[in-house]
């Protein structure tokens, strides 16, 4: 998939005397979600490099002809985590069930979660929210024979698991 990129030019800002810090911050708010940020710069904007790794963006730099450089910020793709036995994900249905289960203590949202998953018929897929990572659930799935795919939300704050109903067993 492209990234979309919209375009700031801190130039004109500099050669007026100007700090651009609150234009680049300004541009990067009012970026819509999956789409960077394509910077124009006299110079190679090192600072803003951590200031946008903080805010989920990678960045690749390039000199442009006269000494200016390009610098495309683009948001990061979280990392996934997956079950050793996934397939196709990509080709999975939408979810039967979608649960918030942000507001409940451990051991409860693995405990809904394996039971839900018991009303699905085989192949259907369950969508769940919760507060931190499932690390105890994950072995449970892969016992029963269901697949799985998840990552924490762009914040962090969250994490997000797709489970896929294996085979009756």
């Known amino acids: 998939m492209a990234i979309d990129f919209k375009e700031l030019d801190v130039r004109p800002i500099l050669s007026g005397g100007g700090e651009p810090f609150q234009a680049i911050m300004a541009a990067v708010e009012s970026l819509a979600p999956g789409q960077g940020l394509r910077l124009l710069a006299p110079f190679r904007p090192q600072p803003l490099f951590s200031v946008m790794e903080r805010k989920g963006f990678g960045h690749e730099v390039s000199e442009l002809p006269g000494g200016d450089f390009e610098v495309r910020f ?29 507001n409940l203590d451990p051991p409860q949202p693995m405990i ?3 039971a ?35 990552n924490f939300d762009r914040e962090g704050t969250a994490f997000r698991i797709l489970v896929r109903r294996g085979a009756e067993t």
Do not use: C, Y
Not at 127 to 148: D, M, N, S
């Open 116 to 150: 839900e998953l018991e009303t699905l018929p085989a192949g259907e897929v369950l969508f769940a929210v919760l507060a931190r990572e499932p690390v105890f659930l994950f072995p449970e799935l892969t016992k029963r024979g269901h697949q799985w795919a998840g």
């Open 74 to 102: 683009a948001p990061r793709m979280a990392d996934v985590m997956a079950s050793d036995n996934i397939v196709e994900p990509e080709a999975w249905p939408d979810p039967a069930i979608e649960l918030d289960l942000t």
């Open 112 to 114: 809904r979660i394996l």
